[in-house]
């Protein structure tokens, strides 16, 4: 499982049931969980769980499967798309922030 921040000014875009129109608009198909998780399938993505804890960090956990390469590389960009629309944060600025995290000890 992942903990993800959220950028500020932007939890108001996946606020209420906008994180599952989200998933729903990049996945196809989620379902609702008891605690709030939203459960969705795609590509080598089988599950991705989502949900948000304490209003300001973004919960992700993806078991994947083994597919063909050009499966993978879709899995990837959908789960980047979906990342970037739910956090407010690009992969890089993601990618930036675990590295300072973990150089800090914080992970």
């Known amino acids: 499982m992942q903990e993800l921040e959220i950028k500020k ?6 606020d209420g049931g906008k994180l599952k129109q989200v998933m729903t ?36 956990d993806i078991t ?12 990837i960009r959908a789960k980047n798309d979906l990342l970037e629309r739910a956090t407010g944060f690009t992969a890089k600025e993601r990618s930036k922030r675990l590295q300072k995290k973990a150089k800090e000890g914080t992970l």
């Open 9 to 14: 000014g932007h939890f108001k875009n996946i």
């Open 64 to 75: 994947s499967v083994q597919v063909p390469d050009e499966e993978a590389l879709k899995t």
């Open 25 to 60: 608009e990049l996945l196809g198909d989620v379902k609702e969980e008891a605690g709030g998780k939203l459960v969705g399938n795609f590509g080598a993505m089988k599950p991705i769980t989502m949900w948000i804890k304490d209003n300001k960090t973004l919960c992700v």
